[in-house]
């Protein structure tokens, strides 16, 4: 017997389930209707994608010669001179060896990590003036709709 797909537009929130890991300051999701984010997606405060992520891949394949690439490209891309060491990225809400080069100064990171959040969609003050600002910069990138996509329905 075949069973019908649910309709795009529902959202079973019995499927929805959030862990945080101890070694880990990461939200790891497993959402299985039809929707923005699927089993074992790595979100980060901001709302990015972690597990997409060049840097976040090559440094969990350990892949030393891609991280080394991306560093040159994101040096030409962004004018700026990034290391590879720079690169090396668990993800920003990680507490372990490998944090960006970036994540120490973002403003998002540490207001999430202040207020003990796992995102920004917890926040009660979602959308702050910064948060918005970042998601209108990123907006190719899925972030608002990816944390509208983690509110809390009440």
Known sequence: MKTADPPAQSVDIC????????ARR????????????????????CGLLCSS????????????????????????????????????????MTSGAHLCRHADDCEIRACVVR????????CTHYICDTLDAFLDKTAGFGTRERLEGLRPIF
């Open 53 to 92: 992520c060049e840097a976040f891949l090559a440094t969990q394949a350990n892949a030393r010669a891609e991280i080394e690439a991306i560093a040159t490209q994101w040096t030409a891309r962004y004018s700026v001179a990034i290391e590879p060491d720079d690169v090396w990225c668990d993800g920003c």
């Open 26 to 45: 990461m939200l790891t999701i497993r959402w299985r209707p039809k929707g923005v984010l699927v089993d074992r997606d790595i979100i980060g405060a």
């Open 115 to 122: 207020r003990d959040l796992q995102t920004c969609a917890d």
């Open 15 to 22: 499927t929805t389930v959030f862990c945080r890991s101890p």
